[in-house]
């Protein structure tokens, strides 16, 4: 009897060489004349976020007050990640510093992508689908902005935007 | 599983980086989507997988090369530590019993193909029961194709490979997996074989490009890539003589693995046979004994020659000589004869099943103790190479330090200083018989010491052993909560 999705999340993976598949990917897509490289990332993101919602979810609704803690534990439960979060409530902006993010950690020079655009799409699209099934009245939901810095490209943290709508999808 | 290949599993699991093993499946499966969107084609989408698993692998193993030098350079012995491999890959430890090795002999062939099965497969696992998993492995038409955890094949075998060619060894491994969970098989099944590098470059000359069929473009990486030699040569020779397999033979079967290494070492070098080797010394075995003692001291003296540098000042070669004379004398004064008679079964273990039936027998015939004045008769020479003159040395030490006068007369004029220089040696003869007084009498504690520390050992290696109740297993507990909390601290 093989393992099951959920025994899944009962234990941990290493991520060493899954991180420098994701580059080969993006390589190899480049090799074959796709542009949209991003895109693809994010649709990775998002396809996990579809999956792994099944299995496991922080919490019922993410609203204006436990957005924050709901973020921190989907980062710290998924990917192992101790993260800072600023939320910048005039531009409506969530700002997350991960200083040790488990797709980037080397430079590369031939790649325009950082792998943690994989995490953006993931974060935001668990965040909506839990806000999806809710029957809450003031629901938010989350974009992706972009990633302003990344260890991918030389710098020493990871830093991710995304921005807050509320009042729902 | 052995002390040492546990203790490295713990460690790499302990401070690899990290993430929920789902996240990982499902990452997993999106990079075989998004290959799939482009190749459009099942059986091309999992050589590039597994191609792409293989560059990942390689890519982690160069960066952190000087940690591969410390594993076995044997293919064998490789496969032999696939749960080591597996936990490097995927860092994930498999349970007790998941992993079953078989050996497939292989007619004329230096080594013989191995087939590995995992029960449990993390990669397939749920693999189909979600709407995200779009890879249809029914589509698959080529029976040899591989299934879903072709990308860590290919990371295991290059993985596997890269320990190959950091070792200098001349064979590789080709690392196929033959059974899938996802694709409705029981298991997960990796073929291993073993080539040489010739047969191997001729093996991997056939390109991606040409097997796939879908015409997308793949970059195949150069399968001999040079390693950088370290600056560390000492390292390096460090890591040929302690490779984790050696190091895991020697912890669990001390004797045994010493005499497999001298066997080795014996057929190597000489080209001979163990048996006809000691059989030069049937029926001089003292002698045996002897050159033992003698090579000893004259490998010591090897390292820099630093034995025979400081033997050739004379005053050294006087104190170390005495030094000598000394722990001759004191071994046996002080070392019980039990301990010594262990010792001397140890050797008769030793030399039974790699010297002739005749020599083991001749050598019950001697005593512990003839086997240590043998050894120290041996060492004696070795000195005597080196520098020390014994003939010239005095009954002991005191009878050195102690200086008559040169014409023996007694002065007329005796002051108080040459009074105190005459009774100087008289002194000394005192201080040297009351010290012999409290040796001998220190005789018994340090007998008792040192039969208390050996029978101590003796006893609690026996006790140790037994990995289930004995110490070890208690050990092994203790590391592994250490290990848990390291993690718990890293989270």
């Known amino acids: 009897m093989n393992y099951s999705r959920t025994e899944l999340l009962l234990s941990e993976a290493t991520m060493n060489q899954m991180r420098n598949a994701i580059y080969h990917l993006q390589r190899f897509i480049k090799k074959n004349g796709v542009t949209e490289i991003r895109e693809r990332m994010r649709r990775i993101g998002r396809n996990i976020a579809h999956t792994y919602i099944k299995y496991w979810k922080p919490i019922d609704i993410v609203n204006e007050s436990n957005v924050k803690d709901v973020i921190a534990t989907i980062y710290k439960n998924i990917l192992n990640s101790h ?52 029957k809450d009245s003031t629901p938010l939901s989350l974009e992706p902005i972009n990633v302003e810095e990344s260890r991918t490209f030389g710098s020493r943290v990871c830093i991710q935007h995304f921005r807050l709508i509320k009042g729902g999808n | 599983m052995g002390a040492v290949q546990w203790l490295l599993k713990k460690i790499t699991k302990a401070f690899g980086r990290n993430t929920n093993s789902l996240f990982y499946t499902l990452l997993y499966r999106e990079i075989l989507k998004e290959i799939h969107e482009i190749t459009e084609i099942e059986e091309d989408s999992i050589i590039i997988l597994r191609e792409i698993g293989k560059k990942a692998a390689n890519e982690s193993c160069e960066r952190h090369s000087g940690i591969f030098k410390w594993m076995p350079g044997n293919p064998k012995k490789v496969l032999e530590y696939f749960e080591l491999l597996w936990v490097v890959v995927f860092g994930k430890e498999l349970e007790e019993g998941e992993l079953t090795y078989e050996e497939i002999t292989k007619e004329g062939s230096k080594f013989n193909d191995y087939i590995i099965t995992i029960k ?51 064979y590789r ?29 001729e093996l991997t000359t056939i390109r991606i490009q040409d097997r796939i069929k879908s015409g997308v473009v793949f970059e195949q990486s150069t399968e001999e890539e040079v390693i950088q030699e370290t600056k560390l040569d ?69 390292y820099g020659g630093f034995v025979e540098k400081f033997l050739a000042n004379e005053t050294f070669a006087k104190i170390a000589g005495y030094i000598f004379k000394q722990l001759k004398e004191f071994s046996l004064l002080f070392i019980p004869i039990d301990v010594i008679n262990d010792y001397h079964q140890l050797l008769i273990n030793f030399l039974d099943g790699l010297a002739p039936e005749e020599m083991v027998e001749n050598v019950k015939q001697f005593s512990g103790k003839d086997d240590i004045n043998f050894l120290f008769e041996g060492a004696q020479m070795a000195f005597e190479n080196l520098g020390i003159d014994f003939s010239e ?25 040459t009074q105190t220089e005459e009774n100087f040696p008289k002194v000394i003869r005192i201080i040297q018989e009351i010290l012999m007084l409290f040796s001998e009498i220190l005789t018994l504690p340090i007998r008792v010491l040192v039969s208390e520390s050996h029978y101590g050992i003796k006893t609690a290696i026996n006790s140790v052993v037994s990995e289930e109740e004995g110490l070890f297993g208690r050990i092994k507990d203790r590391i592994d909560k250490i290990f848990d909390y390291i993690q718990e601290i890293r989270r």
């Open chain 2, 173 to 201: 491994i080709n690392i196929v997996e033959q059974r899938c969970i996802a694709k409705g098989e029981e298991g997960l099944q990796f073929v291993c074989k073993i080539y040489d590098v010739a047969d191997w470059k």
């Open chain 1, 83 to 134: 993260i800072s979060i600023d939320i910048d409530n005039i531009d409506k902006k969530i700002t997350i510093r991960d200083t040790d993010c488990p797709l980037c950690k080397y430079q590369f020079d031939d790649i325009d992508v950082a792998g943690c655009e994989i995490i953006i799409a993931m974060i935001t699209e668990f965040i909506n689908l839990i806000n999806k099934k809710s």
């Open chain 2, 393 to 417: 040395l005095k009954e002991n030490v005191w009878e050195e330090i102690r200086r008559e006068r040169e014409n023996g007369l007694i002065s007329s004029e005796q002051s108080m200083i």
């Open chain 2, 120 to 170: 449990t497969c993390p990669i397939c696992a749920g693999y189909g029961l979600d709407e995200e998993d779009t890879f249809n492995f029914n589509n698959l038409r080529e029976k040899d194709s591989e299934g879903l955890a072709c990308g860590l094949t290919g990371m295991l075998e290059s993985v596997a490979n890269f320990i190959l060619k950091v070792k200098k060894n001349d």
């Open chain 2, 234 to 302: 000492i390292v390096d020779k460090l890591q040929e003589l302690l490779s984790l397999d050696k190091i895991e033979d020697l912890l669990d079967q001390p004797l045994e693995g010493i005499k497999k290494k001298v066997a080795e070492l014996i057929e190597d070098k000489l080209h001979m046979e163990p048996e006809h080797f000691f059989d030069y010394f049937r029926n001089y075995e003292d002698d045996m004994i002897r050159i033992i003692g003698f090579l000893t001291v004259h490998l010591f003296n090897e």
